[in-house]
């Protein structure tokens, strides 16, 4: 209450002001805090400050020491506590001027309220007495403009009722002079002298006043901006000082020597140093440190000071005094009741801590999130729609959700979002339409035609063994080849809950003059994008039929890829966006099933072995091992082999819990168990050709009869180099069998959701065999196709056209600096995959090297297998799991039902070229993979199941129950007079009494030149 309160007009509605005369105090609280307060805080002040000295410079911690041998006469109160106590007080120091917060600090009256803490007994506030603390205040000037209570209340009114303090200050010229003088230019609020003002009692009969002198600093900062041109000059001083090294004043007491010449209440009067010299009884230093740091201004201010936070040695005197217990003491209360804080002293001292910065919420940039999102093809025509994965492991759907009311295959659409990030890369905030504007452009297009056949993956040694990668309908001149291509040009959308507008349809491509729709463009209810893809449609311009699994001449499809990019302003300022990348990819069977490599382990460890990702340091049991014993145990619902392998109750059913406990334990006792895990993952090096190590997957050297050890894949090896130091012991032992993994984006921690989006848009893409592949293809392993780690390089619009590569495509120029596996343009993701995607997708089966010539085979008819954590070999049919769960059938039978494993392909055609051309218009009608309740009434079932449902074909054409399809690749049913009697010769030398036997030349199979 040192300082003046602005004028007030909201005094209607309240009571009669006390009289100055009769109430001083009544009538200044009022002023004070029911008029000034809380007038500021009826006009939405938050948080409500002081009303007066309310702008604050800085707050800092100090220490308060007194010298051992201070003279007994003068070790009263908190100066004896401070002798005594080691290291002195802890003392918090708010600095401030009697301004509000916006105006100049030129010419201001600074502040300094010193809270004293560890100063043992009762104190004079009632509400107080037990606390440990000591207030001190001063200002700048040695005077008050105002001797007694009453007259500070008079003056107070004629400034908040009356409206204006001019009249009081023409008839009190002490106080306008005083005021004046008050109004000074301090160069730093750690350069200038401050005192008490008022006196205070020391000890039972002597009274003093208290001065604060400056003993040292360090110098203002020269660079700093000028105190005209700076209007918060003296914070910025402060801070720059206190970083650069310490300060310190001298506490120094002026006792009263004469009672007429030094009066205790007539506050105008100065105590002249000439009569009573000011004696020097402590040290206040103030630490170095940053005193923007976390928290400490927030501290500072919630702080209250009054002098009546005070042993009975230290008390206030005088009138103004008396009201200021009072008129503080309100303040303080309210203030601290609408700001939520405590109203109560503090406990110990808050340390001093250097914690991290603040984090920084300034948005400089954003990106695009997942990095490459993925929608899937489906042949509903209606409006529903499933969204790819958002986490690792989803919350399953209920069954029934991929199929729309008709058994139509739903089409799979991805969520976009942008988020953004500080300038030190930390995401900040999702931006959506709620707090910014965002326009999404979406480019796709299909160009499998135009480009090059896939005959085998360009960036392997045994691609040279292979047919030339020649182009795909050569007999398409050159100036007519973009007929080929498929290229409805950009779209672009904005806002909340758009769709349906033909400026969102990806409609306007053709193929060979013939309309191909390849997807839309939606936005959710917060403006992030969806995309749909194709429907797909698939077919012949001239009619032929597929004949082959990758490059059908005259055909095309309706998936596509392309780049995404948003147009992203805050409060009107243009963020810069990294953008996205948008493929559509055949649909998913297995939904919830993810294989033992994903596109996701591949292309993170292309990144690791290129130096532009660190290797992690520890080894998680839980993020690097258990998902690779999760996926082997998973695929047993796609795969009768995997099943009785790798099943549950198999030999080896990893996820047992005993077992599952034993891998997870790092002592050497299960040293031997993870070894023996470890060495059954394959090792081209070790195990040569061999089909038997883990995971019995194909690889991308894949042929009949196998000529090389990519025959089969392998772990990527980063995969390999995690796995070898678990079994080794070198690991975290991190496995909770009770931890339940994120089911949606918002149970990730909101730092790791863009990292989530990108790992799990990749994790439910396939990197088995790239024979081409099912989502994506080899290129994806070439860290010359990213911008920046799973992020891909963008071609300019504007760019020149890629260079014609001639008629093949050889490895060389594949992977050459001006080859296409650099910056990419709409459509240069998947036109290295099979067209149509259908004849390749029912080409990859199983167990082709149970024959290699004529039916006679030495390894097994189920493995190993293509990509069946997508398109599935072996299921759990509806009609056996009716039988599993039927608890009235004998145990023997539901046992059998059980381990019963349905060919998924059973309703195609025998024949194999029928086959793959009958899969271009069934593949919606093909059974998904999807999770049902398991029996409860025995533990030899497993608590849930995965069951092929809503087949769409009759029942007539499926093999009779308890047979499953073999299918034989003959070399000799190529030939066209020798292959049908070929065919039937393998059929009947299959060996297969219990299976039904497809019998043809698969060319699939069959990838090296004869002789080689």
Known sequence: MTGTPRPSDDTAGLPPLPGCAEDAAAALKRMFVDLTQGARMARGQDPVKRPVFLKPHGVARGTLTVADDLPAELRVGFLEAARTRPGGLTAWVRFSSDTVPGSSDLKTTLGVGIKLFGVPGPKLLEADTEADTQDLLLQNHDVFFVDTAQDMCEFTKAGVVDGSYDPYLEAHPVAREILDAMAKFEESTLTADYWGVLPYAFGPDRYVKYKLVPAGCEPGDPKATPPDEDPAYLGTDLSYRLAAGPAAFDLLLQFRTDDERMPLDRATVRWEESESSPVKVARLTLQQQDVTARGQAAYGENLALNPWHSLAEHRPVGSIAEVRRTVYQASAEQRRDVNGVPAAEPGPARPYLTPPPARDTRIVRAAVHPAIGVARVGDSTMDDFVLAPEVDDPAPLPAGSYKDVTGALKRQGVRFRVYGYNAAGEPVAELTADNADLRWTVHVANSKAAWYQFQIALDIPEAEKADASNLRNPKIPADQRSLLVIDPGRRSIRGRNRSGGPEY?????????????????????????????????????????????????????????????????????????????????????????????????????????????????????????????????????????????????????????????????????????????????????????????????????????????????????????????????????????????????????????????????????????????????????????????????????????????????????????????????????????????????????????????????????????????????????????????????????????????????????????????????DFGKLGVVERRPGPPDDPRFPRELLVESEVGFPPAPAPPAGRNLVTVHVDRGADPVLGAAALATAVTMANAPDEEVSAGFIDKVKRFRSGR
């Open 505 to 921: 349809r990806f409609d306007t491509g053709t193929f060979m003059d013939k309309p191909v729709y390849l997807g839309e463009l939606r936005t959710d209810d917060s403006g992030r994008l969806i995309f749909l893809g194709g429907h797909g449609v698939s077919a012949s311009a001239t009619g032929d039929p597929a004949g082959t699994f990758a490059n059908n001449d005259g055909w095309y499809d309706d998936t596509s890829d392309g780049p995404v990019t948003a147009e992203v302003s805050i409060d009107g300022r243009p963020i810069p966006v990294d953008p996205g990348w948008v493929v559509t990819a055949p649909p998913n069977y297995a939904p919830e099933l993810s294989s033992v490599r994903t596109m996701y382990d591949l292309v993170r460890g292309s990144f690791f072995s290129a130096g532009l990702l660190e290797e992690p340091r520890h080894v998680s049991f839980t993020r690097d091992v258990l998902p690779v014993l999760r996926r082997l145990s998973g695929l047993q619902w796609v795969n009768k082999g995997l099943a009785t392998q790798f099943g549950f109750g198999g030999r080896e059913y990893l996820l047992d819990p005993d077992r599952l406990t034993a891998l997870a334990d790092p002592s050497p006792v299960h040293r031997e168990l993870r070894r023996q895990v470890w060495l059954s993952v394959r090792d081209y090096d070790r195990d040569g050709m061999s089909p038997v190590p883990w995971p019995a997957v194909y690889g991308d050297a894949m042929n009949l009869p196998p000529q090389s050890v990519r025959q089969h894949m392998t772990l990527s090896p980063l995969q390999s180099r995690l796995l070898q130091r678990w079994a080794n012991g070198d690991f975290d032992a991190d496995y909770d069998p009770h931890a339940v993994p994120p089911a949606t984006l918002h149970d990730v921690p909101f730092a790791e959701r863009p990292a989530t989006l990108d790992r799990a848009a990749l994790s439910f893409c396939l990197a088995d065999a790239f024979h081409p592949g099912c989502e994506l293809t080899w290129p994806m392993r070439h860290t010359t196709l990213y911008s920046s780690p799973f992020r891909i390089r963008h071609r300019a619009e504007d760019a020149p056209p890629p260079p014609y590569y001639g008629q093949t495509l050889t490895p060389q120029t594949a992977l050459s600096p001006d080859g296409p596996l650099h910056a990419q343009g709409p459509g240069d993701l998947t036109r290295w995959m099979a067209v149509p995607w259908q004849t390749d997708t029912a080409s990859c089966r199983s167990g082709y090297e149970y024959s290699f010539s004529l039916g006679l085979g030495p390894y097994d008819p189920y493995l190993p297998t293509f990509w069946p954590a997508r398109v599935p070999n072996h299921v759990l049919a509806e009609e056996d799991y009716a039988v599993v769960v039927d608890t009235d059938r004998p145990i023997a039978d539901r046992l059998a039902a059980f381990e019963n494993r349905r060919t998924w392909l059973r309703w195609l055609p025998r024949d194999y070229i029928a086959a793959i051309n009958a899969m271009v218009q």
